[in-house]
């Protein structure tokens, strides 16, 4: 079944980074757009950052030049490079999957991981 295992959150200092992780089974990565969406507390999650399988790269307006999202298909990885971290980039963060034509997340969810920027 498809399932998605993050990992890497925790607390950071503002200006700190992190490495955020995500384990993907069940799905061929290689057809599909891997994906990391937030949710911070009383907000909508939100799309973050997505890498198409060709290789481009899409990042929402306010993570650009601080956050970079990489794959490697074949250890079925997917991970959110987080750096110069704001606090307003706490969050759980989590991964999903869509196809390019729909734009669409799996319905499965993993447990997320929890990123606190604070001083």
């Known amino acids: 079944q498809v399932q998605f295992v993050e990992s890497g959150g925790g607390w950071v200092q503002p200006g700190g980074s992190l490495r955020l992780s995500c384990v993907v089974s069940?799905?061929?990565?290689?057809?599909?757009?891997m994906t990391w969406y937030r949710q911070a507390p009383g907000k909508q999650r939100e799309l973050v950052a997505y890498s198409t399988s060709p290789g481009s790269e899409y990042y929402v307006d306010s993570v650009k030049g601080r956050f970079t999202i990489s794959r490697d298909n074949a250890k079925k990885s997917v991970y959110l490079q987080m750096d110069n971290l704001k606090p307003e980039d706490t969050a759980v963060y989590y991964c999903?999957?869509?196809?390019?034509?729909?734009?669409?997340?799996?319905?499965?969810w993993g447990q997320g991981t929890q990123v606190t920027v604070s001083s």
């Open positions: 069940g799905i061929p990565m290689s057809i599909y757009d």
């Open positions: 999903n999957a869509f196809l390019t034509a729909t734009r669409r997340p799996h319905d499965v």
